[in-house]
Structures are given as C-alpha cells and as structure tokens.
C-alpha cells in the first residue's frame, strides 16, 4: 500500500497563488508517476499535470504556463505551483501515485474567489 497525503488548498483571489505538496510513504516503487488531478462540482475529476521519476512531465492544456509541477524523489513528495489562479480552477485537487497499481489521496479543496 502507498499513502498519499495532500497539503497547501485553501482560498485565493483571482491570480493569487498557491502551492500543493503530497508525500507518499509505504510501498513505494523506484519507477512511478506522481501527479495530480482536479475534480470541480458537477464535472468528471479530469488531469492536471504528471511528473515521472525520471523527470517526464505533462500539463493539461488548460494550465500550462500557470502551473508547475515538480518532485522530490528523495522525500517522495510532489508539488504543484499554482499561479495566476483563475475562478475555473476552483475543485478538489487530488493527489495521484502510480507504478503497477494506482492510489489517490483525499483530496484538498482549492477555491479561486473572482
């Protein structure tokens, strides 16, 4: 098992920031993917951005160029910078860690005030 715990939601204004953090612990594979996904009220939970333990990255379309996302693979933790947030980033953000199994965190709450 792998346990993934989130930290860093919270309130913004519009085009403040924000910074996530999830470590991972347990059973944790040298070759996986980390990343996080978004799930806002009433739409399917869709991808933010992954980062691989190598350093492969991919953005949804909709934040590329406000958000970076980067690891720690000593710490087995990943973060996500949010900048020039925008109300449609408001969602729960989720926490992802996958190598031949999958595992998501609880989730944090972002909410972007307009």
């Known amino acids: 098992q792998v346990q993934l715990v989130e930290s860093g939601g919270g309130l913004v204004q519009a085009g403040g920031s924000l910074r996530l953090s999830c470590a991972a612990s347990g059973s944790i594979f040298s070759i996986n993917v980390m990343g996080w996904y978004r799930q806002a009220p009433g739409k399917q939970r869709e991808l933010v951005a992954t980062?691989?333990?190598?350093?492969?990255?991919d953005y949804a379309d909709s934040v590329k160029g406000r958000f970076t996302i980067s690891r720690d693979n000593a710490k087995n933790t990943v973060y996500l910078q949010m900048n020039s947030l925008k109300p449609e980033d408001t969602a729960v953000y989720y926490c992802?860690?996958?190598?031949?199994?999958?595992?998501w965190g609880q989730g944090t709450q972002v909410t972007v005030s307009p």
């Open positions: 992802t860690y996958r190598d031949v199994r999958e595992f």
């Open positions: 980062i691989s333990g190598g350093g492969r990255i």
